[in-house]
């Protein structure tokens, strides 16, 4: 086994400074010095429900950047030195329908996750990127693009490409009219990826507080939520709406300005929701979902976010302050994306 050093859950709001043990390396394995890791809000949820008395150890962190370190006796896309991205998903059944179409995220016998999954050849409990190294398959690593920031790109892994997904299947590109409704982690990274694809984007938030953010960011408008006038004005303009709200809401409002034949994508809210079939019906709007991303995808994502200068908007925190970021980010004082510097686990 090899040994690293990381920051596992000890309760819901608690981590501590540990040694953590990764496998040694298998022939298509390599082993990756993380030097940036994101924190997601999936990483609040997992740790608000982890309970170490009956649950295996719990390290998270599914968006990171790094350098290699090792490499397996046959691996030949990778070399020590090479700089990496690794995001929410290592692994995957890779014979299913959704595997063979470069789908891995929605592996029929569900895909190894980098934190939290069961690893497909010991039944090990994976350990994610709050940590200084990381042993992954070759597969679901990915090169970093020259010119892209590290820091900036680690939450590409997670937010990134679940907003990429949704873009790309939906046609978006010059001549859409694209809404993002919630500027946060994820709505920050589709407003810039819209824009850069050509698309007039709007956002929509609960106020107008954000207009200046929204427009920095490459947007064209912004529509506060709580303005009847605004979103009545609105109505039926959307030819895509990427609904990035964590927190469960109503969807009628905002399936009232989608256009006829448009779409509504939800990727924030994942619970259980409720919707009236007559909002769907009138205008053939369609309602559909996306998560994280094959590697096809991922890969294409990473590309065009260097073609076009796209980051994450960050800001990076010492990883001892990981306690610290998961605080701010549960009181959403972020814009938008802690990332964590690793390199004080040396």
Known sequence: MRTTTGWQATGPTALRRTPLERRDLRPDDIAVRVDYCGVCHTDLHALHAFDQRTEAPLVPGHEFTGVVTGTGSQVTAFSVGDHVAVGNIVDSCGECAMCE??????????????????????????????????????AFAY????GLDPAATAPLMCAGVTVWEPLRSLGV????????????????????????????????????????????????????????EQMAAARDTFDVLVDTISAQHHLAPYLKLVAMDGTLSLVGYL???????????????????????????TAEMLQFCADHDIGADVEVLPSSQVETALDRLRRNDVR?????DMSDLD
């Open 101 to 138: 179409a470069g789908q891995e995220n929605f592996c029929h016998s569900f895909p190894t996750l980098t934190y939290g999954g069961t690893d497909r050849q010991d039944g090990s409990t994976t350990l994610g990127g709050y940590s200084r190294e990381y042993v992954v398959r070759d």
């Open 143 to 146: 090169a970093l693009p020259s």
């Open 173 to 228: 590109g010059p001549g859409s009219r694209v809404a993002v409704a919630g500027l946060g982690g994820l709505g920050h990274l589709a407003v810039k990826m819209a824009v850069a694809l050509g698309a007039t984007t709007t956002v929509i938030s609960r106020t107008h507080e954000k207009r200046d953010d929204a427009l920095k960011l490459g947007a064209h408008d912004l529509i506060a939520s709580t303005d009847a």
């Open 271 to 297: 619970g259980p929701l409720t919707v009236e079939a007559m909002d769907l019906l009138v205008g053939r709007k369609k309602l559909s979902s996306a998560g994280s991303g094959g590697r096809p995808a």
């Open 336 to 340: 938008y994306r802690f990332v964590l």
